[in-house]
C-alpha cells in the first residue's frame, strides 16, 4: 500500500512512475536504461545491483521486490521530478546512498534502508523542495565520524531560500548514527515526528535533530531512546518541540527547543503517541517486502491540539524536603526570606506536550539577599597522559610542568562533581588557543569517547610555554555558572 503523504503531498502531489510500463531490472546496464529520461515508468529492482552513480530521471517509481532489494552505489536526483522510491536497501561504501540536487521536487522515500553510506544516507540539497521520507531504517554497522543519514541543505551559496519544505517521519535511527538525524538549512516549515532514535552504541553517543542558517523545524512526538542534544540550533536555525519523550539510554539535555512560533507545516497529519513508537517503528521501517504501490485512501486526522506547558517550582531543603514555590516574586521572596543562611537547589519541572523537562537552579541565602553562589563547581584540573589513558598530578596556580615527566601526548581533566554540571566549556589562551564544549564527564579540554581513551587534539605535544584555562561548567538549562581559572605552564 502508498500513501503520499507530509510536504510530497504538496505542490500539486507525487505519483512517480503511476500509469507507465512496469520494467523489471537486476543489472546495472538494465537498471539505468529504465530510469533515465522522462517517460513514466515503475521500476521493479530484484536481488542486488551494483548501480554506481546513477541519475534518475522524472517520473519514476523504482520499487524493490521481496525482502533482499538492494542498491550499492547512489541514486541521484538530479532537477528531476515527482519521484517515489520504496522498498529498497541502499549503501555505498564511496559516497551517498539516496541524494537529491539540482531543484529536484516531489520525491517521496518509503521503507528503504539505506545503511553503510561514506557520505549521506539520503542528503537533499542545492534548492531541492516538496519530499517525504517515511518510515526508514538508518544504520551503520561500524563507529565512524562521518555517520551522517540526512543533510538537509549543503551550502550558504545554493539556491535555498523558500526551498527545502521535507518532512522525516517513523523513520528509525538505529545503530551508530553520529549526527544529522537530520541537520537542517534554511528550510521553513520542516517536520519531523513519530521518529524512534536510538543510536548510541558501547557508549557512542550522537547529536540528533540540527537546524542551522535560518531553519524552523516542528520536532513532534518522537522518541530519544539514547543519545546526546536532542535538539540542537545554531545560527538562527529555530525548533519547536513538543510531545517528545525520552529513554533511560539518553543522556543529554531534554530541551522543548528554542522558539514558541514558527512556519508551520500545511498538510492533515496523524500523530502516533511516542510510548508505541519502540515497538511500532522498531518493527516496520525500514525494507518490509511490501511492493504494492496501490494508493491508501484512509483519512488522516487534522493538526493536533497543542496544550499550554505548565511549570512548577520546588525548593529542595537540607532535610530532603520540598516547599513549592509561588511564581510571583513578592511570595517567593517572602518564602526565601524565612530560611536560614545556606546554599539551596531551585528544581523548575515544565509539564506539557507530552514530555516533562527538569532542570535545577543553585540559590545562596545571605541574610535577606539571596545570590547565586560565587564558589565555582569546578574544583580543579588534572593533568592526562592520552598515550596511557591515566589521570597524572592535579594542576596548582602558576604551576610548570616536564613533558619529559608527564608524557608528550596530553590532556587536561575538570574536577566535577556536583550533578547539577551537564557541561564543561574550556576557553584556552596563552601560546595556543583553543575553544571546546565537552557535553559529558569526564569533562576535559580535549575530549574523550566515553569508554577511557583520552584525545590528546593539539596537545601531542602541547606548544611549550605559559597557559590560562578557564573552564565555565553548564547546568542541564544551558545557563552558565561561576567558572574556575587557572594559570600554568608547560616546559621541557
Request: glycine content about 12%; charged content about 20%.
Amino acid at each position: 500500500m502508498l500513501k503520499v503523504n507530509g510536504w510530497a503531498s504538496m505542490n500539486g502531489g507525487t505519483t512517480g512512475g503511476k500509469g507507465g510500463a512496469i520494467v523489471s531490472v537486476n543489472n546495472r546496464d538494465d537498471f539505468r536504461a529504465a530510469t533515465t529520461g522522462n517517460t513514466p515508468k515503475i521500476v521493479q529492482v530484484n536481488g542486488t545491483i551494483d548501480i554506481g552513480y546513477t541519475i534518475v530521471g522524472s517520473n519514476k517509481t523504482i520499487v524493490g521486490i521481496g525482502m533482499d532489494a538492494k542498491t550499492i552505489g547512489t541514486i541521484r536526483l538530479e532537477g528531476s521530478k515527482n519521484i517515489i522510491i520504496k522498498n529498497i536497501s541502499c549503501t555505498n561504501p564511496g559516497g551517498d546512498g539516496i541524494a537529491a540536487g539540482g531543484g529536484s521536487s516531489n520525491f517521496f522515500i518509503s521503507h528503504c534502508s539505506p545503511n553503510n553510506c561514506a557520505d549521506g544516507a539520503i542528503d537533499v540539497t542545492k534548492g531541492s523542495d516538496f519530499f517525504t521520507i517515511e518510515w526508514c531504517k538508518f544504520w551503520y554497522d561500524v563507529w565512524g565520524e562521518h555517520n551522517l543519514p540526512n543533510l538537509i541543505g549543503a551550502d550558504n551559496a545554493d539556491p535555498d531560500e523558500g526551498k527545502l519544505k521535507g518532512t522525516i517521519h517513523h523513520c528509525y535511527y538505529w545503530k551508530y548514527c553520529v549526527a544529522r538525524m537530520p541537520r537542517v538549512r534554511k528550510a521553513k516549515g520542516f517536520h519531523v515526528y513519530c521518529n524512534f532514535f536510538d543510536p548510541a552504541v558501547d557508549g557512542k553517543v550522537s547529536c540528533l535533530v540540527q537546524a542551522a542558517i535560518g531553519s524552523e523545524v516542528l520536532v513532534e512526538n518522537n522518541h530519544f531512546e539514547s543519545g546526546d542534544d536532542a535538539l540542537e540550533y545554531a545560527e538562527d536555525g529555530k525548533i519547536l518541540a513538543r510531545g517528545n519523550t525520552y529513554g533511560s539510554k539518553y543522556i543529554g539535555e531534554r530541551v522543548l527547543g528554542n522558539a514558541t512560533s514558527i512556519t508551520m507545516p500545511p498538510y492533515a497529519y496523524e500523530l502516533n503517541s511516542p510510548d508505541v513508537l519502540g515497538a511500532l517503528v522498531r518493527d516496520k521501517a525500514g525494507v518490509d517486502g511490501d511492493s504494492d504501490l496501490t494508493e491508501d485512501d484512509a483519512p488522516v486526522l487534522p493538526f493536533p491540539p497543542e496544550p499550554e506547558p505548565v511549570e512548577k517550582l520546588e525548593l529542595m531543603l537540607d532535610d530532603d524536603a520540598t516547599v513549592q514555590l509561588p511564581k510571583d516574586v513578592h511570595s517567593f521572596t517572602g518564602i526565601v526570606a524565612k530560611l536560614k543562611e545556606g546554599t539551596y537547589d531551585v528544581k523548575v519541572t515544565v509539564t506539557g506536550v507530552g514530555e516533562t523537562v527538569d532542570s535545577t537552579k543553585k540559590i545562596m541565602v545571605l541574610g535577606e539577599k539571596v545570590l547565586p553562589p560565587s564558589s565555582s563547581l569546578v574544583t580543579g584540573f588534572r593533568l592526562i597522559n592520552a598515550s596511557t589513558d591515566t589521570e597524572g598530578i592535579d594542576i596548582v596556580e602558576g604551576g610548570s610542568y616536564s613533558l619529559a615527566i608527564h608524557g608528550s601526548k596530553l590532556n587536561m581533566k575538570a574536577l566535577v562533581t556536583d550533578a547539577s554540571v551537564s557541561r564543561v566549556k574550556f576557553e584556552l589562551s596563552g601560546v595556543q588557543n583553543t575553544l571546546y564544549i565537552d557535553k559529558a564527564q569526564p569533562f576535559c579540554l580535549h575530549g574523550d569517547n566515553g569508554k577511557g581513551d583520552y584525545y590528546a587534539g593539539t596537545w601531542n605535544p602541547p606548544p611549550l610555554g605559559a597557559y590560562k584555562l578557564i573552564a565555565t561548567p553548564i547546568d542541564a538549562a544551558g545557563i552558565e555558572l561561576s567558572p574556575k581559572e587557572i594559570n600554568f605552564s608547560f616546559i621541557k
